[in-house]
């Protein structure tokens, strides 16, 4: 049997640009891609916490340094520049490998700026 496992993720990205007009996916900073793990044309979910969207794309690769989360085609529909979004990617891993397994977390404040990274989510307290 496989586990879907969350493999890494962009916690509240603020986005910079919506392009209806450009070929569908996300555009992200190179250096955000290498940072979480995210692969160009990797399949990504993106969690508007702005608006409660959601939806599924592909990540392609922006300049480095230019810390651009650009949701393009008719995704930007769904997101407008300013939003917060989280970015996730998943991975399928057998259960001996998921009980080793620790994702990637990059979380980010409102300029795409790194505020630290990690590799749990603490217990949600009640």
């Known amino acids: 049997m496989h586990l879907t496992l969350l493999k890494c993720k962009l916690h509240r990205a603020c986005v910079t640009h919506a392009e209806v007009d450009y070929e ?5 900073d ?20 702005t608006n409660g969207e959601r939806l599924t794309t592909y990540a392609i690769r922006a300049d480095a340094g ?19 979004v989280i970015i996730c990617a998943y991975a399928a891993m057998t259960q001996a490998e998921a009980e080793v397994f620790r994702p990637t977390l990059v979380y980010l404040n409102e300029h795409n700026q790194v505020v630290r990274t990690g590799d749990a989510i603490p217990a949600q307290a009640a």
Do not use: F, M, T, W
Not at 24 to 28: D, N, W
Not at 30 to 49: A, D, F, M
């Open 24 to 28: 569908g996916s996300c555009a992200i």
């Open 30 to 49: 190179e250096e955000l891609l290498g940072l979480s793990g995210i692969r160009e044309y990797e399949q990504i979910q993106i969690y508007n916490v």
């Open 66 to 84: 230019s810390r651009v989360i650009s949701v393009n085609g008719a995704a930007a529909h769904k997101a407008s520049p300013g939003d917060r």
